[in-house]
């Protein structure tokens, strides 16, 4: 909306870099452009404000199809206008003077023709078309439709609009109808979710199997090594007491022959001591041969008298001094 400021019987206009503003003095174009700034007197003045920025006009209405199904559609269609001078001379822009608000309601005019002009050409695409159809084709066949439509058409043109784009957001059926429709792709939907389920739990126990599987073989082979290592250690163990044995036998027959060989030596020497005592023992029988029977008597005293213990008191009897000097009187005879 331009800025208008009131100076007694003037007025002063300033315009939206977006706004072309059309003044008319006394049935003269005066200013025509946008960004205008300027004064006026607003007894003998007409201006006009059209909008030349792009805008956009929601849509939503609806249809019905070839199997008489009820759809909504819903787009928006972006215009501006290409135009001001036509636009003017077509349309109320006019503004107020003292306040710079529209006297109409152009906007509003022109979106009812281009709702208009839209919903004919989308009424007469959807018509032909089947309810599935329409939701499975239906945005981009009316979107294409409006847009042909609505450039080609004559009125378009002649209102000084430009159309700059067209989106269709929705072709959607009743609630009820297309919960209908849904039910079918849902239980679709259900299925192969049931089935990726199975297949999942199905995927799983055949790799709980293989696991298993898997599992028993890893103890089956252990019992095979571990019976290998029984074994081996029994092995080692019989290698190990051979080798005890014979080792013990070794020792034995080594201390065996050792013993054999002291003995040997023992007999030996025990042989040859006796050999020198016996011959020591015949040299001095030899030698005691010859010998008087009274001298051998003395000098067995002697040596008995030297091999017994020590005699502290010697008590001589009568009777044992008689049986003495009775044997000496005998030997001296």
Not at 229 to 244: D, M, P, S, Y
Not at 277 to 305: F, N, P, S
Request: negative net charge; proline residues 4%.
């Amino acid at each position: 909306m331009a800025d208008i400021t009131k100076f007694w019987f003037l007025r002063h206009l300033r315009a939206n870099p977006t706004a072309h503003i059309r003044h008319l003095n006394r049935a003269r174009l005066a200013h025509d452009g946008t960004g205008q700034a300027f004064w006026f007197r607003p007894l003998n003045a007409a201006v006009s404000e059209i909008p030349v920025d792009d805008r956009e006009q929601p849509l939503l209405f609806h249809a019905r199809t070839v199997d008489f199904q009820d759809v909504t559609v819903q787009a928006t269609i972006t215009y501006r206008v290409a135009d001001p001078a036509i636009a003017a001379a077509r349309i109320d822009f006019s503004i107020d003077p003292d306040t710079g608000a529209w006297r109409a309601r152009p906007l509003e005019q022109v979106g009812g023709l281009l709702t208009e002009l839209a919903q004919q050409h989308a009424l007469d695409l959807v018509a032909r078309m089947t309810l599935p159809q329409a939701l499975a084709e239906g945005m981009a066949s009316v979107r294409e439709r409006i847009a042909r439509g609505l450039g080609n058409d004559q009125r378009i043109v002649d209102t000084g609009l430009a159309i700059i784009d067209i989106r269709v957001v929705a072709v959607r059926a009743e609630p009820d109808v297309e919960r209908a429709l849904q039910t079918p792709m849902r239980e679709q939907v259900q299925q192969d979710s049931d089935k990726a389920t199975f297949e999942r739990r199905a995927l799983a126990v055949e790799r709980e199997r293989a696991i298993a599987e898997n599992e028993l073989q890893n103890q089956i082979e252990l019992a095979r090594r571990e019976e290998q290592l029984v074994a081996q250690k029994g092995q080692n163990e019989r290698r190990r007491a051979t080798e005890a044995v014979a080792a013990n036998q070794v020792h034995t027959e080594a201390k065996a022959a050792q013993q054999r060989l002291l003995a040997d030596a023992e007999a030996d020497s025990t042989r040859v001591v006796g050999l020198a005592a016996a011959d020591i023992e015949t040299a001095r029988l030899a030698a005691y041969r010859d010998v008087d029977t009274h001298i051998l008597l003395a000098l067995a005293m002697e040596k008995l008298a030297g091999n017994l213990p020590e005699i502290g008191t010697v008590n001589v009897t009568p009777d044992l001094v008689t049986a003495l000097l009775s044997r000496l009187a005998t030997a001296g005879t």
